[in-house]
């Protein structure tokens, strides 16, 4: 099946530090969702995006929707410990279904 | 958050026994899904529901059957568990094709 290509797989940054990930796929998708996940909880919705080049925040997130449509963004500034889990992007695809395939998730851990 | 309450929460069981996993919206959102999460699998559609009565398949969707008789509530049925089906599932709603999904706190079933 279609899949998202997630990277990196996981990082070890020091407080303070910007964060960027990213996901990528050779299809087409309408929409591009991102997700964090703490342990032992369910992914929780941090920014959606709509719109091929479509750039939105959330406090000191900033995701972005690939021009192509095929890759989406997620940065984070001035990292905090408490950003420590694991990210996902989601998609959903432009050939009409009704699903989101998730990325394999990056591990994001903040050294203090 | 968006209310949406999944039951049980920690469930184990024998091989060959059939399980029901339950998820409950409150939010009257017209789409469904359940997921399962594995390490180095990420987040896998099992089977969706974009209305009552109106189901599809997954990409994981052997081994598992569903329903949806009424609009707050998707089953998952394991028909006869298997150690491979030892998982945590997750269920998650959206009020329409392309917008957000927001997720359950998860079932962390195991099979022995």
């Known amino acids: 099946g279609q899949q998202l290509n997630q990277s990196p797989q996981s990082m070890f940054i020091q407080e303070g530090e910007d964060v960027s990930m990213n996901c990528t796929s050779s299809s087409i998708f309408n929409t591009w969702l991102w997700y964090k996940q703490d342990p032992g909880e369910g992914p929780v919705l941090l920014i959606a995006l709509y719109k091929a080049g479509e750039l939105t925040s959330n406090g000191r997130l900033t995701a972005q929707f690939g021009i192509t449509r095929k890759d989406s963004f997620l940065n984070i500034s001035a990292s905090i410990p408490s950003d420590v889990g694991i990210y996902f992007c989601a998609g959903q695809l432009a050939s009409g279904t009704y699903k989101y395939i998730f990325g394999t998730g990056t591990r994001l851990k903040v050294l203090a | 958050d968006a209310g949406i309450t999944q039951s049980p929460r920690h469930k184990v069981t024998e091989t060959g026994t059939p399980v029901t996993l339950r998820c409950h919206q409150t939010?009257?959102?017209?789409?469904m899904y359940w997921y399962r999460q594995d390490p180095g699998h990420g987040l896998r559609l099992i089977h969706y529901s974009y209305g009552v009565k109106d189901t599809d398949k997954g990409e994981v969707s052997d081994g598992y059957s569903v329903s949806r008789s009424k609009t707050e509530d998707f089953l998952l049925t394991l028909e006869s568990a298997t150690s491979s089906q030892t998982s945590v599932y997750f269920c998650a709603i959206s009020r329409d094709r392309g917008t957000e999904a927001f997720f359950g706190q998860g079932t962390r079933l195991t099979v022995v």
């Open positions: 939010e009257n959102h017209r789409y």
